[in-house]
């Protein structure tokens, strides 16, 4: 930038300068880097009393109706039955104490019989892994305003 250029630039124009610079390069930064996770396990667990508080007619909710998993990042469901009563998911059942893992390898919508679920059913959408630079920002902004956390 030429010296005449400089001077003509106001404390306003190096403000928004000083702004968007480091938004650029977070932008940039969220397109280009991998997505990684710790674990590729999304763990949820069925605690203890829910059939008996069901039973007794409370909506006891602890599972969401729809679960959102990603593949190559969250990709594996893990379900843990802490309950005193075997729990039904899809074919499988849970006595209490049991863990089931569930690893998905095709981004699809998927639909379960779940006695753990208020409704009785439960949607799992596996969602394709996020490759290209837009997808990956994609990603990163909806699943930022789904929980709050960046990844």
Same mark, same amino acid.
């Given at each position: 930038?030429?010296?005449?250029?400089?001077?003509?630039?106001?404390?306003?124009?190096?403000?928004?300068?000083?702004?968007?610079?480091?938004?650029?390069?977070?932008?940039?930064?969220?397109?280009?880097?991998? /997505?990684?996770?710790?674990?590729?396990?999304?763990?949820?667990?069925?605690?203890?009393?829910?059939?008996?508080?069901?039973?007794?007619?409370?909506?006891?909710? /602890?599972?969401?109706?729809?679960?959102?998993?990603?593949?190559?990042?969250? @990709?594996?469901?893990?379900?843990?039955?802490? @309950?005193?009563?075997?729990?039904?998911?899809?074919? /499988?059942?849970?006595?209490?104490?049991?863990?089931?893992?569930?690893?998905?390898?095709?981004?699809?919508?998927?639909?379960f019989a779940c006695t753990a679920h208020v409704s009785?059913?439960?949607? /799992?959408?596996?969602?394709?892994?996020?490759?290209?630079?837009?997808?990956?920002?994609?990603?990163?902004?909806?699943?930022?305003?789904?929980?709050?956390?960046?990844?």
């Amino acid at each position: 930038m030429s010296e005449a250029a400089r001077r003509r630039l106001s404390p306003r124009h190096w403000a928004l300068l000083a702004i968007a610079l480091p938004a650029g390069a977070g932008l940039a930064w969220a397109a280009f880097t991998p /997505i990684r996770a710790p674990s590729r396990d999304q763990l949820f667990e069925i605690p203890q009393g829910t059939w008996a508080r069901r039973m007794a007619g409370s909506k006891v909710e /602890i599972l969401p109706a729809e679960l959102r998993l990603t593949l190559g990042v969250r @990709d594996v469901l893990v379900l843990h039955n802490l @309950d005193d009563v075997p729990q039904q998911f899809g074919p /499988i059942l849970l006595m209490p104490g049991q863990s089931f893992r569930l690893p998905f390898a095709m981004a699809a919508s998927y639909q379960f019989a779940c006695t753990a679920h208020v409704s009785g059913q439960m949607s /799992i959408v596996v969602e394709p892994n996020p490759a290209s630079p837009w997808a990956r920002l994609r990603w990163r902004i909806s699943t930022f305003l789904r929980s709050g956390r960046w990844s």
